[in-house]
């Protein structure tokens, strides 16, 4: 993994509320609307965050109709753990 993929990693999980955003939709995917209504959060910040996350690789996109619901990709989270471990060990 290179510098510049580890820095957009570390962005896309850097902000507090995008950690709170993964632990929601980790075991259970979620619509825009149930994550913001467990986060007592706006409907649009939540949507920003997940449109952040998802093209940062860590969450996955599902529409139902007219709902999309999220959900964290735990393979792609365990491999930026594993990679960060890989980036440090070569330091």
């Given at each position: 993994m290179t510098s510049k993929e580890m820095a957009k990693f570390f962005f896309a999980l850097s902000d507090s509320t995008r950690l709170k955003i993964l632990?929601?939709?980790?075991?259970?995917?979620?619509?825009?609307g149930?994550?913001?209504?467990?986060?007592?959060l706006p409907i649009?910040?939540?949507?920003?965050?997940l449109r952040l996350l998802?093209?940062?690789?860590?969450v996955e996109a599902k529409r139902y109709g007219r709902f999309i619901r999220y959900r964290a990709k735990?393979?792609?989270l365990k491999e930026i753990c594993w990679g960060t471990k890989e980036f440090?060990?070569?330091t």
């Open positions: 632990k929601e939709i980790f075991e259970e995917e979620k619509c825009v149930k994550v913001a209504e467990s986060l007592n649009q910040n939540v949507s920003h965050h998802e093209t940062s690789g860590f735990k393979e792609e440090f060990e070569k």
